[in-house]
């Protein structure tokens, strides 16, 4: 509960882990023309371009911090999720059966954690406990009752894939810089090479070191979006198993134990 609660919440914010990742990529990126050898630095932050700092590699770092962000933002609120877990929201003995009086009470616990400034506030297992003891207080039916525990987790599920959005969009948007850095270093190397004469024995060398550079964009832009769809799946995966474990403890513990007066 203290991992998430409005303080955390509020000192680490969305815009605020944003920003403390961008700034982790200015330095990285600092670090890297510092630090590394020339070889590396090329590679990495093109260094050796005319229009250094301004070059495709370290516009790439930029979008690869931004999704680095999101993925610690998703992170933090799928441990959130899992820490609802073991807040005891319902009995869960083996012989409670839970008639009206009890459901009230339920209800208003579950509610008052949904409330603002609350460490639950939006949290799915409060939710789901409110529209099933709503649903089972208005119509007296368990199956109904069941149905629409179905239907909120699927809603849930597809609350977190829509959650997911910017995160595959950075996940796009980088290799789709590489290939774009990969012909604008194609082009220049090929102007390079019909500004120069033809006779210079150093062409060679030098059109083939400017295609090398060109292709580092497409290379790095391979490596950052491969580790970030890794480290997406497992995100994804645990926020996703967070409600189904949500799921699942509402069953056990409340559908399973309704018991009409």
């Known amino acids: 509960m203290a991992a998430d609660s409005p303080r955390v919440r509020r000192v680490f914010s969305y815009p605020l882990i944003l920003a403390i990742?961008?700034?982790a990529a200015v330095g990285l990126i600092a670090l890297i023309d510092y630090f590394l050898p020339d070889a590396v630095g090329v590679i990495l932050i093109d260094r050796d371009r005319s229009t250094y700092p301004f070059t495709v590699q370290n516009l790439m770092w930029i979008v690869f911090a931004l999704g680095v962000g999101e993925l610690v933002v998703r992170a933090?609120?799928?441990?959130?999720?899992?820490?609802?877990l073991k807040m005891r929201y319902l009995p869960e003995d083996e012989t409670t059966l839970l008639?009206?009086?009890?459901?009230?009470?339920?209800?208003?616990?579950?509610r008052q954690a949904n409330q603002p400034n609350q460490p639950s506030e939006g949290r799915f297992l409060p939710r789901l406990i409110q529209r099933i003891v709503t649903q089972f207080q208005t119509s007296r039916s368990i199956d109904q009752s069941n149905v629409i525990l179905?239907?909120?987790?699927?809603?849930?599920?597809?609350?977190i894939d829509l959650r997911y959005t910017m995160i595959r969009y950075v996940v796009w948007a980088i290799p789709t810089l590489g290939f774009i850095g990969t012909v604008v270093g194609i082009s220049l190397a090929l102007a390079f090479a019909g500004s120069v004469d033809l006779q210079d024995p150093t062409l060679l060398a030098e059109l083939t070191k400017r295609l090398a550079v060109a292709f580092n964009t497409t290379l790095l832009a391979l490596v950052m979006s491969a580790f970030l769809v890794l480290i997406q799946?497992?995100?994804?995966?645990?926020?996703?198993?967070?409600?189904?474990?949500?799921g699942q403890y509402c069953l056990d513990n409340l559908v399973n134990r309704l018991y009409g007066d």
Not at 76 to 84: I, L, M, S, T
Not at 99 to 110: D, G, K, M, N, T
Request: aromatic share 4%; with cysteine.
């Open 233 to 246: 799946h497992i995100v994804q995966a645990i926020e996703e198993r967070a409600v189904n474990q949500a």
């Open 99 to 110: 008639q009206s009086l009890e459901l009230r009470h339920i209800y208003a616990v579950a």
């Open 21 to 23: 990742c961008l700034a």
């Open 76 to 84: 933090r609120d799928a441990a959130a999720e899992r820490a609802q």
């Open 150 to 159: 179905n239907s909120s987790l699927e809603l849930y599920l597809h609350e």
